[in-house]
């Protein structure tokens, strides 16, 4: 069974950093496409960012320039790095892989964010 585990979150200031981590048990991330997904309070879950099986990033607008995917296929953890971070940037974050299984869905880790 494939499980997922965030970790990394926490409550900064506006223009802070944070990284974030995802691991998985029963998955080799590297043979897979890895995307982060947040949600923030009474909203639905968004796809932020993904990181091929070839290593190429991609991000939705809002985090483009700020947010980074990486890889380590040793530790098998996909990364998250946040920089320069926003009120708007609070919530829940999440990994699974592309397409999500809803099975894979872990308990996420909260980034709080204050103005």
């Known amino acids: 069974q494939v499980q997922f585990v965030e970790s990394g979150g926490g409550l900064v200031q506006a223009g802070g950093s944070l990284r974030l981590s995802c691991a998985a048990s029963?998955?080799?991330?590297?043979?897979?496409?890895i995307s982060w997904y947040r949600q923030a309070p009474g909203k639905q879950r968004e796809w932020a960012a993904v990181?091929?099986?070839?290593?190429?990033?991609k991000y939705t607008g809002s985090v483009k320039g700020r947010f980074t995917i990486s890889r380590d296929n040793a530790k098998n953890t996909v990364y998250l790095q946040m920089n320069s971070l926003k009120p708007e940037d609070t919530g829940v974050y999440y990994c699974?892989?592309?397409?999500?299984?809803?099975?894979?869905w872990g308990q996420g880790t909260q980034v709080s964010v204050s103005s």
């Open positions: 699974n892989q592309v397409p999500f299984f809803n099975d894979y």
């Open positions: 029963g998955m080799t991330l590297s043979a897979n496409a």
């Open positions: 990181i091929s099986r070839g290593g190429a990033p």
